[in-house]
């Protein structure tokens, strides 16, 4: 869970106890250069002491004075690990984390600079050179819920610098990662499927990302089953490679289990599934573009974007950076559900 602080102190107070001047305490918590190695520990180790976190929009505010009406506004990178670009209209949990992100960078001043790693001749070289040309120290990271979703060489790239994971915990080099907690979601939505009236439902979902997971997703299926007084417990259905053999298996899934619903996660799964007519058995989505109005939505998977841009902020003021990199950040929301109206 990310630290929380409160501002206890001034800069001018930290300067004070770092026996350094404000210009350097600014420049050090700004990640500036002119302050040495030990000057800039030593100012980080004093403000985690005392507690103090930048405030950022104060921040760009008084540089916008001081600079005669020329903001500095840092810029974030906003990495697509995804092949597809146009992620929004494919992946609707994807396209509200990533609409806060906007916000709320916006609202905490930061600048926001779009990378696709699957872009044209796009290199590792260009993606090092773009962020160094624009000061870049650090940004959130989706899209990369496949294992090899980063190529190697770009995650050397990204260890230099301060990154979140959004939406999912992620293997990838990240200081910190922010997600909805996917055991929740799927006992969540059977057991309201369970609510409509069906007896016996299935689940299908990629054997990998269950076992990313490790184990929440057919976790929350099981669980919901038990809460349900089921006495015949009906395992996840795992897609695998060939979309052909899994058409054939899925239906012999729903006959050996007798199943009158199937609830699907991926979207990708989703996206198959909605074009094979299945009359026999009523399938339910997570993705909202293939929601039956019955289910509650998931009302907060926006908090996912806007925790992101909080941690990622904490990340590039924080004070002793060193420290924080000793173990991973992680915040794991529950989801709340509301009605459609």
């Given amino acids: 869970m990310a630290r929380k602080r409160d501002r206890k102190i001034s800069i001018e107070t930290l300067a004070i106890y770092a026996d350094v001047s404000k210009s350097s305490v600014s420049r050090s918590l700004s990640g500036k250069s002119g302050v040495s190695k030990q000057t800039a520990k030593k100012i980080r180790c004093a403000a985690k002491k005392f507690g103090y976190v930048r405030n950022i929009p104060l921040s760009k505010a008084m540089s916008y004075i001081r600079g005669g009406g020329i903001m500095e506004c840092e810029t974030i990178a906003l990495v697509n690990a995804k092949p597809v670009r146009d992620f929004s209209k494919l992946y609707s949990a994807i396209s509200q984390y990533v609409h806060a992100v906007r916000k709320a960078a916006e609202k905490r001043g930061y600048a926001i600079c779009d990378v696709w790693l699957y872009e044209k001749n796009f290199t590792v070289a260009k993606f090092e050179r773009l962020l160094s040309a624009r000061g870049i120290r650090g940004g959130i990271v989706f899209g990369h819920y496949y294992k090899d979703s980063i190529p190697e060489e770009f995650c050397a790239g990204m260890k230099k610098l301060k990154f979140v994971s959004l939406g999912v915990k992620s293997n990838a080099p990240v200081c910190g990662s922010v997600f909805m907690d996917r055991f929740l979601i799927v006992k969540g939505y059977v057991k309201r499927i369970f609510k409509?009236?069906?007896?016996?439902?299935?689940?299908?979902?990629?054997?990998?990302?269950?076992?990313?997971?490790?184990?929440?997703?057919?976790?929350?299926?099981?669980?919901?089953?038990?809460?349900?007084?089921?006495?015949?417990?009906?395992?996840?259905?795992?897609?695998?490679?060939?979309?052909?053999?899994?058409?054939?298996?899925?239906?012999?899934?729903?006959?050996?289990?007798?199943?009158?619903?199937?609830?699907?996660?991926?979207?990708?799964?989703?996206?198959?599934?909605?074009?094979?007519?299945?009359?026999?058995?009523?399938?339910?989505?997570?993705?909202?573009?293939?929601?039956?109005?019955?289910?509650?939505?998931?009302?907060?998977?926006?908090?996912?974007?806007?925790?992101?841009?909080?941690?990622?902020?904490?990340?590039?003021?924080?004070?002793?950076?060193?420290?924080?990199?000793?173990?991973?950040?992680?915040?794991?929301?529950?989801?709340?559900?509301?009605?459609?109206?």
């Fill in 196 to 341: 409509l009236g069906y007896d016996n439902i299935g689940f299908v979902i990629e054997k990998f990302s269950d076992k990313y997971e490790g184990g929440k997703f057919s976790g929350g299926f099981f669980s919901a089953q038990f809460e349900s007084g089921k006495n015949n417990i009906i395992p996840p259905f795992y897609w695998g490679k060939s979309n052909e053999r899994n058409i054939l298996e899925l239906s012999q899934y729903r006959q050996k289990y007798g199943l009158d619903a199937l609830f699907s996660y991926s979207t990708d799964i989703s996206e198959i599934l909605s074009r094979i007519p299945c009359p026999e058995m009523k399938i339910f989505h997570y993705d909202e573009r293939f929601a039956d109005k019955r289910i509650p939505y998931i009302s907060n998977q926006r908090e996912v974007g806007r925790e992101a841009v909080k941690m990622l902020s904490e990340l590039l003021c924080d004070t002793c950076y060193e420290c924080s990199m000793s173990k991973s950040l992680e915040i794991s929301l529950n989801p709340e559900w509301r009605p459609y109206h």
